[in-house]
């Protein structure tokens, strides 16, 4: 894959060659590379490790629904503490709801390959 070759050689050289008929090298200064990526599956294709190991990984886990319900009803109930009681009792209803259905639709729609 071109695109990933040219980051892997801008990454590890530190720069890349201009297309030009001279070719010239193109250093690059004060440039920091970021990049987030899925478990390859449902029509990702996995990457290269030798770009991998250019980076520093980093794997976070999925929340348990006690951690996302916790999350979410505490960012919620912030926004809804100026709103008269009924509406912060339906703000706790909501957060629940909202989940179950999240939930839901992740059991019935799995990633397609």
Do not use: C
Not at 47 to 57: C, K, Q
Not at 86 to 91: D, Q, R, S, T
Not at 106 to 111: A, C, G, M, S
């Amino acid at each position: 894959q071109q695109p990933i070759a040219l980051l892997k050689l801008m990454i590890g050289k530190g720069g890349f060659y201009d297309r030009g008929k001279d070719l010239n090298w193109k250093n690059l200064r004060n440039v920091q590379f970021i990049s987030a990526m899925a478990p390859p599956g449902g029509g990702i294709n996995s990457v290269d490790p030798r770009f991998i190991s250019l980076f520093n990984v980093v794997h976070i886990t999925n929340p348990s629904l006690e951690s996302l319900n916790r999350i979410y009803s505490s960012l919620l109930m912030t926004h809804l503490e100026p709103f008269h009681d009924g509406i912060k009792e339906a703000g706790q209803i909501m957060t629940k709801v909202t989940l179950d259905l999240y939930h839901k639709i992740i059991q019935r729609l799995p990633p397609t390959p």
